[in-house]
């Protein structure tokens, strides 16, 4: 059974980056039928989708992020990974790692997107100083 | 890009039938799929409804989804509600723009 496991980066600094890796056990990165998705929640409020990559370099990222984020496959290690610089306070939140279904045709871009099937735990990240 | 309007709370008794909206603003509904996604507290997310009105497997026949073009919505409706129902359920929808779009969530309280 798929399993996803989120790193634990814990505190960062304002200004600082976060670095976030997500470990795929019981199935491969490798796959062109499922992305890999980060969505992330603040403390007491809703869920955010922040991006999605597939193992081939496809990226799409949330439009108000997009200077700062960063996503990757790693298919070595079997591993997909989010990096957000200059981050603050407001990315203080429960960050989420997901496999997301995808689609071919009759679609474009993320349109051939579907449901997020596989969660991780979620891992908290803390923005303080 | 759009927004997912979404009830803050719901609440009614066991057995009983309850439906919870998400409405676009900007855009049509019928444009992109909504997916449906139950989050108990301490829990990760879990999609209880995918392209509209599919359900996942493993998730009961209890929970539908539609989409009504004349209100620019979707809805979730649960039926027979059951006290494992309390949660928080999340409309998500992705579109042309390559963006994706959480609703803000519904806390539903099975009383």
């Known amino acids: 059974q798929l399993q996803l496991q989120e790193s634990d980066p814990g505190l960062v600094k304002p200004s600082e980056t976060l670095s976030l890796t997500c470990t795929v056990s019981g199935g491969s990165v490798i796959s062109d039928d499922y992305y890999w998705a980060w969505i992330r929640q603040p403390p007491g409020k809703g869920l955010e989708w922040l991006g999605t990559?597939?193992?081939?370099?496809?990226?799409y990222y949330k439009s108000s992020l997009r200077s700062r984020v960063t996503m990757s496959v790693n298919t070595s290690t079997n591993q997909f990974s989010l990096t957000l610089t200059s981050v603050t306070a407001a990315d203080t939140g429960l960050y989420f790692c997901a496999r997301q279904y995808t689609v071919r045709g009759h679609c474009s871009g993320v349109t051939c997107l579907r449901d997020f099937d596989q969660w991780g735990q979620g891992n908290l990240v803390t923005v303080s100083s | 890009n759009f927004l997912l309007t979404q009830p803050h709370s719901v609440s009614e008794s066991p057995g009983k039938t309850v439906t919870i909206s998400c409405t676009r603003n900007g855009g049509n509904i019928a444009s992109d799929y909504v997916q449906w996604y139950q989050q108990r507290p301490g829990s990760a997310p879990r999609n209880v409804i995918y392209?509209?009105?599919?359900?996942p497997s493993g998730v009961p026949d209890r929970f539908s989804g539609s989409i009504d073009s004349s209100s620019n919505s979707a809805s979730l409706t649960i039926s027979g509600l059951m006290t494992e129902d309390e949660a928080d359920y999340y409309c998500l929808s992705f579109d042309g723009a390559n963006q994706g779009v959480f609703g803000g969530g519904t806390r539903l309280t099975v009383l």
């Open positions: 990559v597939s193992y081939r370099g496809t990226t």
């Open positions: 392209e509209d009105t599919q359900r």
